[in-house]
């Protein structure tokens, strides 16, 4: 079955850019008929969604974030990718990246999660 | 944005009680809504989505209902494996938004 791996550094400085991978195994992100979405959760609180990304590689970003954020995709190695700029203390959160089954659109399938701290 | 509001943020029950959450959104959302368990340290667990439908292997004690902008989600009789956290989400429009959040816990 599709499982989805977040890997990326556990530490960021503040200023700089936090970049995270989702590996997809177990099925093809060309394949279609799919979102893939990043969401995040601040210790101890709810969730926040980023953005997602098509195969295609259309997006669609929080407004919220939409200045910092970059969500690409690497079909060849069926992975998608989250670059978060100018990151300060309140971007520590523990990063999820899912699948969005588009209609509904609705994350079905979930990363199991990276928690990444901004701290000098 | 569509605003979710969850109550209550926290309740108590023991097992076998019928428990009972509450998600309001900002405006009407068509059913476009998905529920969500998480326990401490994993991910998110889709429950249900369009309001009412039950995710493949989803236990059949967990149910949703409500219509525009108001929307339950039952457990008809708390096991302990249910001790969690849930969360309501809108994907009526982008962006997706969640609410805050319902902590179930051990009377």
């Known amino acids: 079955q599709v499982q989805l791996q977040e890997s990326g550094p556990g530490l960021v400085k503040p200023s700089q850019t936090l970049s995270l991978t989702c590996t997809v195994s177990g099925g093809s992100i060309s394949s279609g008929g799919y979102y893939w979405s990043w969401i995040r959760q601040h210790p101890g609180k709810g969730l926040e969604w980023i953005g997602y990304i098509y195969y295609s590689g259309s997006t669609y970003y929080n407004p919220s974030l939409k200045s910092r954020v970059t969500i690409s995709v690497d079909t060849s190695k069926n992975q998608f990718s989250l670059k978060l700029s100018s990151v300060t203390a309140a971007d520590t959160a523990v990063y999820y990246c899912a699948r969005d089954l588009l209609v509904p659109s609705a994350f079905d399938i979930w990363g199991q999660g990276t928690m990444v701290t901004v701290s000098s | 944005d569509i605003q979710m509001t969850q109550s209550p943020s926290s309740l108590s029950a023991s097992v076998g009680d019928r428990v009972t959450i509450t998600c309001r959104a900002s405006q009407g959302i068509s059913n476009s809504l998905a529920w969500y368990q998480q326990k401490p340290g994993k991910a998110p667990k889709l429950l249900l989505y369009a309001a009412s439908r039950l995710e493949s292997g989803v236990p059949s004690r967990f149910s949703g209902s409500g219509s525009g902008t108001d929307y339950t989600l039952t457990i008809s009789s708390l096991q302990p494996e249910d001790f969690a956290t849930y969360y309501c989400?809108?994907?009526?429009?982008?962006?997706?938004?969640f609410g805050g959040g319902t902590k179930v816990e051990i009377k």
């Open positions: 989400q809108q994907y009526y429009s982008t962006p997706r938004t």
